[in-house]
Nanobody, 121 residues
Framework: QVQLEESGGGLVQAGGSLRLSCAAS????????IGWYRQAPGKQRELVAT???????TYADSVKGRFTISRIVALNPVYLQMNNLQPEDTAVYYC???????????????WGQGTQVTVSS
């Protein structure tokens, strides 16, 4: 079993900043990719930023230049620095990790419980 623990959400005024963190734990052999997605009310979940084991980073066009995804060791933990937040960034942010389990070397695709980010105008 692999678990993801997210933290760092909250309420901020437009133009402000927040940093989200995501830490994976459990039976992890390797993490191939980890990242952040978000879901606003009435909308589909969308990619925000991801990073893979090769260091390739993908950002949604809407957050380029404002958000930065980073990690310290391997891909765990991973951080999302969000600057110049706007009301349209309001959503529940979910961490997602893909890799292989140390128990049976089967792939896993795990989601965190989500953390609320609210940006007031």
């Amino acid at each position: 079993q692999v678990q993801l623990e997210e933290s760092g959400g909250g309420l901020v005024q437009a133009g402000g900043s927040l940093r989200l963190s995501c830490a994976a734990s459990g039976s992890i052999y390797t993490i191939n990719g980890i990242g952040w997605y978000r879901q606003a009310p009435g909308k589909q979940r969308e990619l925000v930023a991801t990073v893979n084991s090769g260091g390739a980073i993908t950002y949604a066009d809407s957050v380029k230049g404002r958000f930065t995804i980073s990690r310290i060791v391997a891909l765990n933990p991973v951080y999302l620095q969000m600057n110049n937040l706007q009301p349209e960034d309001t959503a529940v942010y979910y961490c997602n990790s893909k890799g292989y389990s140390s128990l049976d070397l089967r792939p896993f695709d795990t989601w965190g419980q989500g953390t609320q980010v609210t940006v007031s105008s």
